[in-house]
């Protein structure tokens, strides 16, 4: 049972353009809301997080939107770079275990 | 001036082999993990250790088996390798396991003939 849903699963962008994507969480006892972003051969890196007491947080271009409700969350990059191109995990915590989504692999066209 | 390292970057083995991937952290955390992320890149959490005892233990054959000598090293050891467990295996480690940020390594690409 996949408890995080991420998509799309690759994307491609403009350079310039805004690239989202989405997460989907079934359990309400998350606490915290990580986003990772992995660059081939590299471990994954802490890019920005929020915990479900916040809609949004916004850290230079990386935003995230965050839907209690919905059990949604989403990753803004604004002006996307070629230097972004990599692949970015969406994470939820519960009890000091963090649950990954699939993964999304992004691709910034120059 | 590393802060989460492991050895070796690559491991390259037969099937029915036992083999070992060593981790050190230096950042003075308490909280030390171990993930296998699949051909597919997907990331799931295997073992957690805290001040050298263990508090996560997923579903995960008992072929695996972790030490943790001490807070700064968490190794991992494998008995009687199978094709399945080619992967590329991630040490990581927190303050502690309540404290939000998870400091990854560089990974070791295990791969099994």
């Known amino acids: 049972q996949q408890q995080v849903k991420q998509s799309p699963q690759s994307l491609i962008v403009q350079k310039g353009g805004i690239s989202i994507i989405n997460c989907a969480y079934e359990n309400t006892a998350f606490d915290y809301f990580p986003w990772y972003q992995q660059f081939p051969g590299k471990g994954p890196a802490l890019l920005i997080a929020?915990?479900?007491?916040?809609s949004e947080k916004k850290e230079g271009r990386f935003t995230i939107s965050f839907n209690k409700s919905a059990k949604q969350f989403s990753l803004h990059i604004m002006d996307s770079q070629p230097g972004d191109s990599a692949t970015y995990f969406c994470?939820?915590?519960?009890?000091?275990?963090?649950?990954f989504g699939q993964g999304t692999e992004l691709s910034v066209k120059p | 001036d590393t802060a989460v390292s492991q050895t070796p970057k690559y491991l390259v083995t037969q099937m029915g082999n036992d083999k070992s991937i060593k981790c050190e952290q230096n950042l003075g955390h308490d909280t030390m993990y171990w993930y296998k992320q699949d051909s597919k890149k997907f990331l799931k959490i295997m073992f957690s250790?805290?001040?050298?005892?263990?508090?996560i233990n997923e579903t995960v054959p008992n072929r695996f088996s972790p030490k943790s000598p001490d807070k700064a090293h968490l190794n991992l050891h494998i008995n009687s390798l199978e094709l399945g467990d080619s992967a590329v295996y991630f040490c990581?480690?927190?303050?502690?396991?309540?404290?939000?940020?998870?400091?990854f390594g560089p990974g070791t690409r295990l791969t099994v003939l």
């Open positions: 994470a939820a915590r519960k009890g000091g275990k963090l649950i």
């Open positions: 990581a480690s927190s303050q502690d396991y309540t404290k939000d940020e998870q400091f």
């Open positions: 250790y805290n001040n050298k005892e263990l508090i």
């Open positions: 929020i915990r479900p007491d916040v």
